[in-house]
C-alpha cells in the first residue's frame, strides 16, 4: 500500500482513525497505516490503547504523528471524550477503520458463546452481542459525523462478518452474531444515505475481512484450510485495497476482503 493512495484519486495528507487498534486486524492496520506516508495523523483507540505495548512501539518515535487513545466505543460518554480529544488535533478525518466486534467472550455472566441451536438463545447473549457488534458502530459515526462532514474524501468503514448476510445464511445457527452484524449492516446502509447528503464524497463500508487467524476466530480454526486462514497483515493489506478502490457510488455496500459484494 505504500505506494498508493489510500483513497480512490486523494494524494493528499490525511487523519485516519483504527478503532480496535490492539486486536489482530486492528493492529495491522494500524501498522500498515503508520507506514503509509499519506498518513498525517493517525489515531490508534482501544479499550486500553496506553497500555498496549505494540501501539507504544508505533506511537512513541512518531513525534506526535501517532496517537494512542482509551475508548469503550459501548459508551457513549467515552466516545464523546474521544470526539472531543480528536477534535482539538485535527479539523477532520478522512478515515476511519472500526474492527472492534466480539464472538465469543469468557469475561461475560453468563459467558457470550455462538449457539448452535435456538435452545441457546438468551437476552443476555443477544444485548452483548448487540452492544458491540451492532451499535458501537453506529454511535461511533454519530460521536465522529462533525469530522467527517466536510468536502474532502472521506471514508468510514467498519468490519462486518459474510456470517451476517441474510441472503447467505444456509446453515443457520449463531444467532446472536449473525443478527448483530446483520443490524450492523442496516445501520451503515443508513448513514451512508445521511453522509452522502452532508459530504458528497464520502463512502459508508460494510467489510468482510475473511478467516483471520485472531483471538475471535482461534476457536472455530479447526475445519479451515490453510489457504483460506489469513494472517492479519494479509487481511490488513486487503482491506485496505478494497478501500483504495472504492468510490462515492459503492457507499453503503457490503464487500469482501477480495473487493467482491456480499448479499445483504
Not at 183 to 212: F, M
Request: hydrophobic content about 50%; charged content about 15%; aromatic content about 6%.
Amino acid at each position: 500500500m505504500q505506494n498508493t493512495s489510500l483513497l480512490h484519486d486523494c494524494q493528499t495528507p490525511l487523519h485516519a482513525l483504527v478503532v480496535g487498534a490492539t486486536g489482530g486486524i486492528g493492529l495491522a492496520l494500524s501498522q500498515q497505516l503508520a507506514a503509509h506516508p499519506q498518513v498525517a495523523r493517525l489515531f490508534v483507540v482501544a479499550r486500553a490503547a496506553t497500555r498496549s505495548a505494540a501501539l507504544a512501539a508505533l506511537a512513541e518515535p512518531s513525534g506526535g504523528r501517532i496517537v494512542a487513545l482509551d475508548c469503550d466505543i459501548r459508551e457513549e460518554a467515552d466516545l464523546a471524550g474521544l470526539a472531543a480529544e480528536i477534535s482539538r488535533a485535527v479539523p477532520a478525518l478522512h478515515l476511519v477503520i472500526n474492527t472492534a466486534g466480539v464472538l465469543q467472550d469468557d469475561t461475560t455472566a453468563p459467558a457470550l458463546r455462538p449457539e448452535k441451536s435456538l435452545a441457546q438463545v438468551s437476552a443476555a447473549g443477544l444485548q452483548a452481542s448487540f452492544a458491540i457488534n451492532a451499535f458501537a458502530p453506529i454511535l461511533l459515526a454519530k460521536a465522529l459525523l462533525p469530522l467527517l462532514r466536510h468536502s474532502a474524501p472521506a471514508v468510514f468503514a467498519s468490519l462486518s462478518a459474510r456470517v451476517g448476510s441474510i441472503g447467505d445464511n444456509r446453515i443457520g445457527g449463531w444467532y446472536s452474531y449473525r443478527a448483530a452484524k446483520a443490524a450492523q449492516n442496516q445501520l451503515l446502509k443508513t448513514l451512508a444515505i445521511e453522509l452522502s447528503r452532508l459530504n458528497r464524497q464520502a463512502i459508508v463500508l460494510a467489510l468482510h475481512p475473511g478467516t483471520t487467524d485472531t483471538g475471535l476466530s482461534k476457536p472455530f480454526q479447526a475445519n479451515v484450510s490453510t489457504e483460506k486462514l489469513f494472517s492479519p497483515a494479509f487481511a490488513a493489506a486487503a482491506l485496505l485495497q478494497v478501500i483504495a478502490a472504492r468510490v462515492p457510488a459503492d457507499s453503503g455496500n457490503f464487500y469482501a476482503w477480495d473487493g467482491r459484494p456480499i448479499d445483504w
